[in-house]
Structures are given as C-alpha cells and as structure tokens.
C-alpha cells in the first residue's frame, strides 16, 4: 500500500478489521503518518505540535465509517469541543456558516490529528518507508485496461492547492489571542476575497506556547501555487526549488491579512510556511466502478474517489473501507 494518509492507513486497518492476517507494508514518503491530517512536529522543539492541514474532521453521512467506534475506543479519537465561528467581510463574527468542512459530527484525532492516522495503524500494525513511485512504471507493465483507465482519469482531476502560515506565539504574545471566543474560525465569501484567508486555527501549546494556523483562500494559494515552504517535504525530500524570498513574502502578506482581519498582533511569533499542491480535489472524482482493478489486482482509495464524503477525510475512511471489503477475496 503506498500512502500514509488517511485513505492508506484506513485500508491497512479495515482489512484487519475483515480479518485478513497476511502481511501488509505501508510505503510512505512524508516524515510520519498523516497525510493532509498530519501534525507539524520537530525534532529541535519536541513541544510543538501543529495541526496544519486539517486541524478536525467531520462525518456528514450515515451511518459513520465503522473504523471510527475501534479508534473511539481505543483513545485515538475524541469530539472537537472548540468554539467555532465565522467572520464576515466587515470583521463581525457570527454562527459558523454551511463550510462543508465544519459540518455534522466534528472529530480530532487525540492527542493530536496524526493521532487518526496512529490509531488506525495501531489497527492494523502496518509499517512501511518508501522510496519509489511505482504506479506508472505498474500500468506499463501488466497492460491492465482498467488500471490504465483507472490511471488515466486519476490523473485527470483536478484540484485546488492550499497554502497555510504557521504561527507559534510565545506566551506572552498569546494572550489576547487565549481571550478570543473561538477556536476554530472560518471565513465567509466575501471575507476570503477581502482578506485572502479561508479558515484559522488556534491550538494551545503543551509549554504554554500557542499556535495559530491561518489558511489562504483558493485564489491567493492558485496565485502563490509555486512557492513551497522552505522546510515542506516537497522541498527536503523531491528536490523542489525553494524561492526564500518569495516564501518570505507570502507569509509576510498572509501574517497582513491575519492581523488586519482579526486586529490581533503576532509580535515574535516563529514562522512556518506549507503548501499542498492538491489539497481540494474537484469533482466528480474516480469512479467507484475503477476503485479496484482486479486483473492487476491494484486498487484505489481516497478523498479523490467519488461518493459520500468526496474531498474531505470522511471520504477516505469511506472508500479505504468499501475497498478493503472488495480487495479482501483477491488476497
């Protein structure tokens, strides 16, 4: 299985769950597990812990994903509790909107997002570490039509990057931030085209630190698609240019537009810039029907594939499920 993510995780445990008890091997490329959930740790600050790419999750359909009643029990999950508001165009906060994101059950992984993906490796006791990527060179080689259809419309989706400025405050910086009745916030329309942000965060740190995540609207990350944070792992692990300076002056306009809408100072914050080259996939997605190609016994899963929860972690509980419920009569 090639992917750490939530798709990739939750396909490990579901075979599990469906009692498969061969062996299975995760390859992943990133630092952990986790994918777009994943927690910005550092090796040099053992304290830092920042939920950058999706700070909770949420289920919109019935019944839940069954992975989640194992993870709930065993201490990986718990209920998102923070306050969560919108704001408009006029800097006036209000009752959270309909964001697709922020709607029906709220989850987080417990202590922290990876935590999701820890459980659910907890589930299935997969390991892994990668260093290849071995899909085109597999289409290739067993001329599977349906693996090269499956291919083929995968590479056609198209999606949305995103772009978030990371902010750690230091204590004393972070207490007007601590006074603010929401932890989660989330822009309206007409405040993303004004302010250029989408979505902030705020995450207490474990020293007393905080953490604020502040997420750049699709326009602004469409415009800057090309500027990677200088420590991302397209940067230190595919060999992608690293500009310095205009890292500096996208986390410099988004630092901007955080303190002009939220009126909040950022004095001596510590700075981190990420970027997701596909962080919203666009519909419709893969086609259930290709999710498995059963002549080259190679199968899909993920928020790309189409259904219930398409585009968010909901989705790739989903489909890692449906195709672990599939895959299991190859094995």
Do not use: K
């Amino acid at each position: 299985m090639i992917g750490a993510g939530v798709s990739g995780c939750s396909l490990a445990a579901a075979l599990r769950r469906l009692g498969w008890g061969g062996s299975l091997t995760l390859l992943e490329i990133g630092r952990g597990p986790g994918g777009r959930s994943a927690t910005r740790r550092s090796r040099r600050d053992p304290a830092l812990a920042i939920n950058h790419g999706a700070p909770l999750f949420n289920i919109t359909a019935s019944p839940e994903p069954q992975l989640l009643e194992p993870l709930r029990r065993g201490g990986w999950l718990q209920p998102f509790a923070g306050a969560s508001h919108s704001l408009d165009a006029n800097g006036q906060l209000g009752p959270l909107g309909a964001d697709p994101f922020c709607s029906g059950q709220l989850w987080q992984g417990q202590p922290q997002m990876d935590d999701l993906c820890r459980g659910l490796l907890s589930l299935a006791a997969a390991s892994g570490g990668w260093d290849d990527i071995p899909l085109q060179r597999a289409a290739a080689l067993l001329e599977d039509p349906q693996l090269n259809r499956a291919a083929a419309a995968l590479a056609a989706i198209d999606s949305s990057p995103g772009c978030q400025l990371l902010l750690t405050l230091p204590e004393a910086t972070a207490q007007r931030w601590r006074l603010q009745p929401w932890r989660l916030l989330t822009f309206t329309g007409a405040a993303q085209q004004r302010w250029g942000l989408r979505r902030v965060s705020q995450q207490p740190q474990r020293d007393g630190r905080w953490a604020v995540v502040a997420e750049s609207s699709a326009d602004f990350a469409s415009r800057h698609r090309q500027v990677y944070g200088s420590r991302s792992s397209a940067a230190q692990l595919l060999g992608a240019p690293a500009d310095l300076e205009a890292e500096q002056q996208v986390m410099a306009a988004l630092e901007r537009a955080l303190q002009a809408a939220l009126g909040l100072t950022t004095t001596g914050a510590e700075r981190q810039l990420m970027r997701w080259g596909a962080a919203f996939p666009h519909p419709p997605g893969l086609d259930p029907a290709l999710a498995l190609c059963q002549a080259s016994r190679i199968g899909f899963c993920g928020d790309t594939i189409a259904g219930p929860g398409f585009g968010r972690v909901e989705g790739a509980l989903r489909s890692a499920e449906a195709l672990a419920t599939r895959l299991l009569p190859q094995l």
